[in-house]
């Protein structure tokens, strides 16, 4: 299936390449050397739409479709996988409050995240179960007003009804330190494996919500990554997402559309590995001529533009699948999508180091930050190796 970019597609790619030019490039490597998170550039973003552009047009959002959402986000990764994660994670749960949550839910949180004054966050992986979300062990108990035994004079009485009390850690969430909401998922009947999680939405000011900063990663360094404490934090019974032990399958409808973003992901890197290495070679020489008039490098060039232009191919037939709605189609070419283009991801940038030779080995090129970066494709949003599966299971 051959895909023809419309003349409003074409128009968000070059709008946001100028911007990611002009306003993350300059700025790409000290960003990743000092980890520093980069809420100046998300606001700006969000004055051209690029911040959680899936966010329909009457909550202040751009109500973009699927295809150019992909290519938001595959041009943002092809300035900087980190400062691209930042902005592009931004809306992360927003799918799920589109889909799911109550009107006051989406009046009170999308607006402000489609503006860049916040961000959100998804809280679902575990330090003990990452791919295997249905084993999660965080769990939300239900305390009843009659059940509180706090004085109605309390601060901690409860005041507007039954209540939820979260406990339980999460690990590698994104915006987890700089988020002011979150969609966590958590066990409401513990013994009912996938069958008895339920999402939440949970303010992050409220009293319990411990987050520790991770700042020790290989690569997407200016992105926020935390582990998250959730000491019996009690959110009311109105913020529960959708129905009651239903929180897998509403976040089941949205795995596809997770791992296509993760494959444009991947595409924006390895164009931007690709680039950097044609920019090389056309300015290095040796024996007296550019390196890029060398067969052998010509061939890596070659292999390295093929692949990136087949992952691209791959991604916006998963985005197509997505938007169509058609689920079974969806989780094929996603997972697919996000195999072949986290893994050629991989490839390109390391190809693109071997190009620079010496000079991509070390941080006065971006070569070596494209690797590090395109690295956590391949384990976010379900590995490889689940990807495999998923895509053997369709095929038996």
């Known amino acids: 299936m051959a895909f023809k970019l419309s003349d409003e597609h074409r128009a968000i790619r070059q709008a946001v390449r100028e911007f990611a030019e002009a306003e993350i490039v300059p700025v790409a490597q000290e960003h990743d050397e ?55 994670s931004a ?98 009947s513990p013994d009912e494996g996938h069958r008895g999680i339920t999402a939440f939405l949970v303010p992050t000011e409220l009293d319990g919500w411990k987050p520790t900063k991770i700042d020790n990663k290989l690569g997407i360094r200016a992105s926020d990554l935390a582990e998250i404490v959730l000491d019996d934090v009690r959110v009311p019974e109105e913020n529960v997402i959708g129905e009651v032990d239903r929180g897998f399958y509403q976040l089941m409808e949205f795995f596809a559309s997770g791992r296509t973003n993760v494959a444009s992901q991947a595409v924006g890197a390895a164009q931007g590995a690709l680039d950097a290495a044609v920019d090389y070679a056309g300015e290095r020489e040796q024996f007296d001529q550019q390196i890029g008039e060398f067969q052998a490098i010509q061939h890596k060039l070659a292999e390295m533009a093929t692949d990136v232009e087949a992952a691209r191919s791959l991604t916006y037939r998963a985005a197509a699948a997505v938007e169509e709605g058609d689920q079974s189609l969806a989780a094929r070419f996603s997972s697919m999508a996000k195999l072949f283009a986290s893994e050629h991801a991989v490839d390109v940038a390391d190809e693109s180091i071997q190009v620079h030779g010496g000079a991509g080995y070390v941080t006065d090129h971006p070569a070596e930050r494209y690797y590090r970066d395109a690295r956590i494709t391949k384990i976010y949003e379900g590995t490889s190796e689940i990807q495999k599966n998923i895509i053997a299971d369709q095929l038996l």
């Open 34 to 88: 000092q980890g520093a998170y980069p809420e100046d550039i998300r606001r700006k973003a969000a004055e051209f739409d690029f911040v959680a552009p899936n966010i329909p047009v009457e909550y202040g959002g751009a109500g973009m479709d699927k295809l150019s959402t992909v290519i938001v986000t595959e041009e943002l990764w092809r300035a900087d996988g980190g400062i691209g994660s930042a902005v592009g």
């Open 91 to 188: 809306g992360f749960g927003t799918d799920m409050i589109i889909e799911f949550g109550d009107e006051w839910m989406k009046e009170e949180w999308l607006p402000k995240i489609a503006a860049g004054e916040t961000a959100s966050a998804s809280a679902i992986s575990e330090p003990a179960h990452g791919s295997n979300v249905a084993g999660i062990e965080t769990t939300a108990e239900k305390d009843t007003a009659e059940q509180s035994s706090a004085s109605p004079e309390s601060p901690e009485a409860t005041q507007d009804g039954d209540e939820y009390v979260l406990s339980g850690n999460k690990m590698w969430i994104t915006n987890g330190t700089v988020a002011d909401v979150a969609v966590v998922m958590a066990k409401t």
